[in-house]
Every structure is written in C-alpha cells, then in structure tokens.
C-alpha cells in the first residue's frame, strides 16, 4: 500500500478535530496539575485515587496519539515541531526549579512537550515502513528488547544508580495528595513514569496504522486494555508488600498493536520461517548479554536518587 500524501498543513485540519486534539491535552495538564492537590483522606484512599488518575492519563495520552496519528504534517513539520519542543524545554524545566508551587504547575507542562517530541519522533521514524509487514517483526523486537532493558540491561541499571536520570526522560505520574500535606506544594512526589520508548512506539504503531488504513479504534482500544492491566497490577504490588523498580511497558502496547491487527500480516512460509529465526537469534543474543553482564559490580547508587518511577 502506498504512503498517503501528506502535502497539507494542519491549519487544513477541520476545527472540530482540532478541537479534541486540544481538548485532550488539556485534560493531559489539568490530571497530574490537579490530582497533588486533592487528599482523598488516607493512604489506601490516595493510592487508588492516584492509580485510577493514571488509568485515565494513560487512557487519554493513548487517544491524543491516535487523534494525531492520521494528521496530515510532513516530515518537514514534524522535524521544526520537534526542534520547538527541544528548544521550550530546558525553559520549562528551569522555570520548574524556581519554587515547588511554580514547579507543581509546571511539571505537567513539561509532561505534554515531552510527550509531543516523543510522537514527532514516532512519527518521523514510521515513515521508514514501506508496507504492514514490517510492523510485525518491529513489534517482536520491541517487545524483546523493552524486556531486557528493563530487567536486565541498561534501563534496569539506571533505576538502581540514577534513577533521578530516568525521572528526566520520563512523563511524571504524581502521587494524589502528596502536595496537600503541610508541606504544601514542595511534598510533590511521583508515583511512577512512563518512559520515551512508550510514547516513541505508541506514535509510530498508530502513525502508521492510519497510514496503512488499520481502524484506528480497534488498535487503541487492544492497547489501553493491556496497557492499563500492566500499570494496575504494578501500581498494586505495594498493597501487598511486593516493591519492583519498574516494569516494562513496550511489551503490552505492541503486544496489543499486534493482536488488534493480526489477520492484517500476509507473510509467506518464508518470511514466518524468516521472523522465527529471527527472533530465536535475538532472544540467544539478549541471553548472552545477560549471561555476559551477569555477577557484574554495580556502582553505589547515588545519595539523592529517587525512588517509585516506573520508566518504559
């Protein structure tokens, strides 16, 4: 299938999409502006509280990629989209360090550029898929490789010795209440984060499911659901007194692309046989890395690093 033009603008957008695309991020602000803010009344209160404001922001970042996904940018406009978050964000950032109330309405802000410089760059990167069949080993491999970073490679490393690292390249998911405290606004506290790979392969799978003519709906909705199953059964661990650093969410977002549009792959006996070799040599890979890197001194972890950010 060939790649749908994408001469226009989008001023060229009709209102009403442009409407719900700005609708829903302002919904994306006001969730982690507001939510530090309300103390539901104890502990287990503002943990659920906290879990179901990260069930909807997740829900809802899902729907503002797959409301950008068949926007008609080029390459050109994605790229200075790009550039213009990159240069707005260090200014946020510095804003954010002037004082903890500046910072508490800040951080969200800078959450929503974060996560418009992550879709540029899906998109950017989906313009490289020629045909729908190429997303199905992309998916497997980022499955495969998300699993190990998290748990046995660079991304699990940077958890225990820098995870103030990963808070920065993360979208921040606060801790309902943490802001209500007497400590005001400098009581802010994450409950978790979700990382750049997240956002980066949710705008590529989506871009180019609307490039392919894949139903849009169908894709998000197989997403949000394992995608909020994962987050509810991590966010649920300290309630019966499990602690893990993270877990890795690229697994559910292409495991739910690829199950929303399996029957869409035509692959021949070769290319299965071709993408099960594959896969097979990149699991003996990542295995040999593990077994490599395995016993390895890890450095002292840092005196201020943090603690409760789920990264991708």
Same mark, same amino acid.
């Given at each position: 299938m060939s790649e749908q033009p994408d001469a226009t603008a989008v001023s060229s957008l009709p209102p009403r999409r442009i409407a719900d695309l700005l609708a829903t991020a302002a919904v994306l602000y006001l969730l982690p502006a507001l939510a530090p803010s309300i103390d539901a009344g104890s502990l287990v209160a503002n943990h659920l509280l906290s879990v179901a404001v990260t069930l909807l922001f997740t829900t809802l970042a899902v729907l503002w990629i797959a409301q950008l996904a068949p926007c008609p940018l080029t390459a050109r406009g994605e790229t200075l989209i790009a550039l213009a978050a990159v240069v707005v964000w260090p200014v946020l950032i510095h804003l954010g360090s002037l004082g903890p109330v500046v910072r508490l309405y800040v951080y969200p802000l800078i959450n929503l550029l974060f996560v418009l410089l992550c879709v540029m760059c899906g998109r950017l990167l989906s313009r490289v898929l020629r045909e729908p069949n190429i997303l199905l080993p992309v998916g497997l491999v980022a499955i495969l490789a998300d699993i190990f970073t998290v748990f046995m490679g660079p991304t699990g490393k940077a958890l225990e010795v820098a995870p103030e690292l990963v808070e920065r390249f993360s979208v921040g998911l606060p801790e309902a209440g943490s802001a209500a405290g007497p400590e005001g !606004? !400098?009581? /802010?506290? $994450?409950? +978790?984060? $979700?990382? #750049?790979?997240?956002? #980066?392969?949710? +705008?590529?799978? /989506?871009? !180019? *499911?609307? &490039?392919?003519?894949?139903?849009? &709906? &169908?894709?998000? #909705? *197989? %997403? %949000?659901?394992? $995608?909020?199953? +994962? %987050?509810?059964?991590?966010?649920?661990?300290p309630l019966l007194g499990v602690e893990l650093p993270g877990i890795p969410l690229l697994p559910f977002i292409a495991g739910g692309f690829l199950l929303a549009y399996w029957r869409r792959f035509r692959l021949s006996p070769a290319e299965r046989q071709g993408l099960v070799w594959g896969a097979l040599l990149l699991v003996i890979i990542l295995l040999g890395i593990m077994l490599l890197t395995h016993g390895a001194p890890s450095p002292e972890p840092s005196a201020n690093a943090l603690e409760g950010v789920a990264p991708e």
């Open positions: !606004a !400098a009581g /802010l506290a $994450m409950l +978790a984060g $979700m990382g #750049v790979g997240d956002f #980066v392969f949710l +705008a590529l799978f /989506l871009t !180019a *499911a609307a &490039r392919f003519g894949f139903p849009l &709906r &169908r894709g998000g #909705v *197989a %997403i %949000i659901v394992l $995608m909020c199953l +994962a %987050i509810v059964s991590y966010l649920m661990l």
